[in-house]
């Protein structure tokens, strides 16, 4: 498990062969009367047959056996995961999560799957529009057990604990500061080195991809290359005592048994794959000469919604960069938004509130419901020196923003006891400076 391969670029054309193999992909056809190996020939699509190029999705695998070969399909306890959006009545409110409760291993043995829980959401499953965002606490790793989300694809952001994903596709070490897209339809399984916490933004019936640079230009922001893909990996293993595939279907958690190893993918081509990329990489625009810019130029991945500049989910960073705006209020602005704007951290500190926004909580401000810097921070950035100063140093916020007005749930409200019922308070002493009298300074 030491060392990892991976291939590099976005959305690119990959081939790939375990080295144990070599010749295991069939050369210039796709599905041969016999496959090298004696392998079985299996698409993976991820889009529409006749989506236009730009946006087709799929992959071949060449594979010990195909995936059919399973025991049917229970249900299965899906505990806090749902894609329900009416257990609470809707509440507008500005809201913020202390750091989610991660199980001790010596009271519960709590895996990636059993450790998910959805915060808040919208859409719906069936009709492949929406969203989720879930939380995963978890302290073991999965054993003889794999995840396959047939609703959506996951954007993982590992926020304690480093997560090794062994996929169809190959293995992948993702770090905190790290994140990965497992795109739906892909199995994999997760081992843990310890107590493990992160979140997940599942989009229902998208892809993410990389945002329109516009006048940026050809580079910039997140860079096609940074992305790295698993490289061919296979095992073939006999599971006697049944191997669990586990499938979220129409929100609903689903378990097949078999007798062999899911991840016994030879070698596999195409474009449909899972990937990772470290967000040190990101190439941070800002203001240099005046006005806080908007945060879209945080943007490392979008998933589009099919009106033009509207996403479904963006997922956007505040990483160390330097603050040299003149003659500006450089903290975020006051806002009311048509978007919803969830919030977690990493490590760190976020600049407008730096006391009670902790690595591993959250927070949600939905749609036109106002929000922005608390009464220290107003104080502090109005009356500061404005000099060069470096911002957000060891420090990663992100955030994942939608165009879908949002519901919590009811663990996210009640059931996790992590709501910090005061956040409001961050915000009743900001006070009136206003002065009828003011003139314009002569120059």
Known sequence: NGHMVYLSGFGNEFSSEDPRCPGALPEGQNNPQVCPYGLYAEQLSGSAFTCPRPANKRSWLYRILPSVKHKPFSPAPRGHLTDTWDQVKPDPNQMRWLPFTIPASSETQVDFV???????????????????????????SMVDRCFNNS?????????????????????????????????????????????????????????????????IGANGLANPRDFLCPAAWYEDREVSTGYTVINKYQGALFTSQQDYSP????????????????????MVINSVAFDHADPSIFTVLTARSTRPGVAIADFVIFPPR????????????????????????????????????????GSLHSIMTPHGPDTDCFEKNTTSTLEPERVAEGTMAFMFESSFSMAV???????????????????????SHFNPNWRPSKQ
């Open 151 to 215: 609703d959506g694809d996951f954007l993982i952001v590992p926020q304690q604990g480093e997560l090794l994903i062994t996929t169809e596709f190959g293995k992948m070490l993702v770090e905190p500061n790290e994140i990965c897209v497992i795109q739906a339809g892909m199995r994999f399984s997760v081992d843990v080195s310890g107590p493990s916490r992160g979140y997940v933004l599942e989009v229902y019936g998208a892809h993410f991809e990389l945002p329109d640079l516009g006048p």
């Open 322 to 361: 330097w603050g040299v705006a003149d003659r500006t209020f450089r903290p975020p602005y006051y806002h009311r938004n048509c978007m919803s704007e969830f919030m977690g951290l990493i490590k760190g500190h976020y600049e407008a509130k730096a006391e009670g926004f902790q690595p591993g909580g």
């Open 263 to 282: 991840f016994n993918v030879v070698g596999w081509h195409g474009n449909y794959t899972p990937y990772k990329y470290h967000l040190e990489n990101f």
């Open 114 to 140: 059993a450790g998910l829980h959805t915060l808040c959401g919208a859409g719906d499953t069936r009709t492949r529009s929406g969203i989720a965002i879930h939380v995963y606490t978890c302290n073991t």
């Open 409 to 431: 749930t009811k663990w996210g409200l009640e059931t996790c006891q992590r709501l910090d019922k005061s956040y409001s308070q961050c915000w009743e002493n900001l006070r």
